[in-house]
């Protein structure tokens, strides 16, 4: 059913729930409003690049979108969700033209800094239904103050694969251009696992597969993960490693510097880096910042699991339980329910937007730490062939 709320208070009205395994059914999805634009990116070559050993930068292009839709809408709530080497979000019609510019600036950003290549496009949700598709949304309150959206209905999925079919695409802007990418960072350490192997899940509906069939087995999946210590949580119970100097440091400058050198911009990083790795190892308390605080909401924020159009987890899991969902999955895929792609890694990283360090509500993207997302997804296609 279509929703007739058409304005910039339609995601406002979407009541967060903290129950991720209700994400499974689609009754609990709102579906956008036809006037609304729906923003997709990739990187092209993201699979050479996780064997070049860059995933880390692939991450850091792939929240670079959010970022700069964050920034450039002032911080206003809208919904959006992380995929390792790309983003998807939507926004009110009223925002279109600022979200266009944020993703170009993005674009051009991530090659001339980086030379990859990131593909990004635009379409309206009405064009989405007239190809016979819907794209709901529903809200998942990971913790008190911060929530992450979940996408069902296949246009998030479909709109993707039309950018990189060459439509509704954008170009990049002009040569020079910088997006607004204040708070992006990635100072935490790798997380290891604890209790085997990090586990990247990607599981998409196959086209025979009926809503409901998908949805209990992914209420199966979310169940089996809950057996996990926390849920398969990569950060555990302490929260991120935090060493110095940061392993994201050239990133950040990158990403800080604007329109000024990247030396200057890396000291900073390494500066402001070096302070907060002081305060979280004494556990001092200064200008109101609480470290020990800080960190744990850091783990309660992290993002590491999410529905869209289909389960993404990122997972610290034990070889008995990994064998238990390898067996699950494969019967599902022999059934025609699902396909799927299953990734596994020693480490877990992070990937940041921290507005500000005095507020709750900094978010946290975690994928495995050498191929993540992007290898799991690539399983996919490996076994489609």
């Not at 903290?18 to 990739?42: E, H, K, M, N, R």
């Not at 950060?235 to 990247?262: D, F, N």
């Not at 990122?314 to 799927?340: F, M």
Request: aromatic share 8%; glycine share 10%; hydrophobic share 45%.
């Amino acid at each position: 059913m279509i929703t007739s709320v058409s304005s910039i208070d339609f995601y406002a009205s979407v009541i967060p729930k903290g129950d991720f395994s209700i994400f499974a059914d689609a009754q609990v999805y709102t579906s956008l409003p036809d006037d609304w634009w729906v923003g997709t990116s990739d990187i092209v070559g993201s699979t050479q690049a996780v064997a070049e050993g860059r995933y880390k930068t692939v991450n850091m292009v792939g929240a670079a979108v959010v970022s700069a839709q964050m920034n450039a809408h002032e911080g206003a709530a809208f919904p959006f969700i992380f995929g390792g080497d790309g983003a998807g979000f939507a926004v009110p019609a009223a925002w279109r033209g600022r979200a266009e510019q944020a993703l170009s600036a993005v674009r051009v950003w991530a090659l001339e800094e980086f030379e990859m290549e990131l593909r990004v496009g635009m379409i309206q949700v009405r064009d989405i239904r007239a190809a016979g598709l819907d794209i709901g949304v529903a809200r998942f309150q990971a913790a008190q103050g911060i929530d992450y959206a979940m996408f069902s209905g296949g246009g998030l999925s479909w709109a993707e694969n039309q950018m990189k079919l060459g439509h509704h695409t954008l170009p990049a802007a002009p040569a020079g251009t910088k997006p607004d990418l204040t708070g992006l960072s990635c100072r935490w350490s790798h997380m290891p696992s604890h209790h085997g192997s990090i586990l990247s899940v990607v599981i998409e509906p196959s086209e025979e597969a009926s809503v409901t069939d998908f949805a209990k087995l992914a209420r199966d999946v979310v169940g089996l993960a809950r057996e996990l210590e926390l849920s398969g949580h990569p950060a555990g119970k302490a929260g991120p490693g935090i060493t110095w100097p940061p392993a994201g440091a050239m990133l950040e400058a990158h990403a800080q510097r604007g329109e000024g050198p990247l030396g200057p911009a890396r000291r900073k990083a390494l500066t402001e880096s070096f302070i907060a790795w002081v305060l979280f190892k004494t556990g001092l308390k200064v200008g109101g910042f609480d470290a020990r605080r800080y960190r744990n909401h850091v783990r309660q924020n992290a993002d590491f699991r999410k529905f869209d159009d289909g389960l993404k987890m990122t997972l610290d899991c034990d070889p008995g339980t990994e064998n238990r969902l390898r067996t699950l999955l494969e019967k599902a895929a022999a059934d025609g329910i699902i396909r799927y792609g299953l990734h596994a890694q020693s480490e877990a990283m992070m990937t940041c937007i921290v507005p500000s360090i005095h507020q709750d509500d900094h978010i946290h993207f975690v994928d495995g730490a050498a191929g993540g997302y992007t290898a799991a997804a690539q399983a996919i296609k490996g076994n489609a062939a």
